[in-house]
């Protein structure tokens, strides 16, 4: 194996050369396990951590390596480890996360293209293909939308799902697959190019592991069944992994997500739903909410039936959501400086001999 097949490049190595890291070895994180990191290269994997220093000037989670990220290491043992420089990423995949507001979660970095599996059945829904769609192109990541478990419905039936989700995902490949009698796998097979990475996102019980251990031709990863894991309130897959395919793909597994908040920094609901964009320039107001208003080109689309109607919900739904998180951030931003302030002034009026 070379670096080449985990997906290293000239602009990697130039910034290697650039940063004198060549004294060190280069790998890429495979795994994490609470600031333990997996990182394999050519000469194996090794079980690593971050040298202090990295440890104290990370200020938040993005400082910190995910899965996907390509590490300068030192090795002191033969499977032990330490990291000593995180290259910079090409792009990261994240979800706005369900605690700690303006925390953002990195799902994955340095990701090529992204598969948004569904399942057919209780899972398909266009309104989430939608929300995974925001979130991929807010990074840069291109989508290909898998429809698994094709062998549960009629050809017919899969027919006209794959035309709902290409009448409101345009342009995304649309590809109708089965884990079972591997329908699709060829189509599937094709797009899968060598050295690129590739993340694997959808709800819990859709098959993304099976999809891994399938095309990798080894049980790599645990699956389970629907009830089971559902039933247990857990996903079957618990920890995020990189999976090397022999034909040359990289492919990252990842626990099923219950909640795809979009942490939409970088215009992924614009790039998504670029039609509406485009129609909202002719509204009457500028400050148009599309729900009322006279003259609004929005409306007149969906009154025409040029513009679906579940679509502009989805959008607006979205960026009410968005609005409601930048505004939280906000006033966390606002609370942080406050309080910095406060703890400045206590300290200055402690050197004058004020209580
Ligand atoms: N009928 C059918 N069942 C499938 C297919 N793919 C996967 N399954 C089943 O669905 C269940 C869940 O599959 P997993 O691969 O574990 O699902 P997952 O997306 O990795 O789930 P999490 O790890 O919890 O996120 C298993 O019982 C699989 O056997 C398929 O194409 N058709
Ligand atoms: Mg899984
Ligand atoms: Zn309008």
């Known amino acids: 194996m070379t670096l080449e097949d985990l997906g290293y490049n000239n602009e990697l190595a130039a910034y290697r050369q650039e940063q004198h890291l060549d004294a060190f070895d280069v790998g890429r994180v495979v795994a994490e396990h609470k600031e333990r990191y997996a990182v394999r290269t050519p000469e194996g994997e090794f079980d690593a951590e971050l040298i202090g220093n ?59 293209y992204a598969f948004i599996v569904q399942a057919v059945g209780w899972d398909f829904n266009i309104n989430r293909i939608e929300r995974y769609l925001a979130i991929c192109n807010a990074s840069k990541a291109e989508p290909i939308i898998l429809l698994n478990k094709a062998d549960l419905i009629g050809e017919e039936e899969m027919k006209a799902l794959v035309e709902s989700v290409r009448a409101r995902a345009g342009e995304v490949p649309v590809i109708p697959v089965s884990n079972m009698t591997q329908k699709g796998y060829p189509e599937l097979n094709q797009r899968i190019e060598p050295g690129k990475t590739y993340c694997l996102l959808g709800s819990s019980g859709v098959g993304k592991s099976t999809l891994i251990n399938n095309l990798s031709g080894r049980q790599l990863m645990e699956t389970g069944s629907v009830s089971e894991s559902t039933n247990k309130g857990r996903h079957v897959t618990s920890h995020r992994e990189l999976v090397l395919l022999p034909g040359g793909g990289i492919l990252i597994d990842n626990p099923g997500m219950r909640e795809v908040g979009v942490a939409d920094s970088a215009g992924g609901l614009e790039s998504t739903f670029q039609s509406i964009v485009e129609l909202a320039k002719d509204c009457k107001f500028k400050n148009c909410t599309h729900t009322n208003e006279p003259g609004c080109a929005i409306l007149a689309a969906v009154e025409s039936g040029d513009l679906d109607e579940k679509a502009l919900g989805n959008y607006l739904k979205m960026e009410r959501e968005k609005a409601h998180y930048e505004s939280t951030v906000a006033e966390r931003r606002r609370k942080d400086k406050a309080f910095g302030k406060m703890a400045k002034n206590i300290m200055k009026n402690k050197k004058k001999g004020r209580p």
């Open 54 to 112: 990295l440890r104290y000037s990370a200020q938040e989670r993005a400082d910190f390596p995910a899965v996907g990220d390509w590490v300068a290491i030192q090795a002191y043992d033969e499977h032990k480890a330490l990291i000593h420089a995180v290259f910079p990423r090409k792009n990261r995949i994240e979800r706005r996360a369900a605690g700690k507001a303006g925390e953002n979660q990195i799902i994955a970095a340095n990701i090529d």
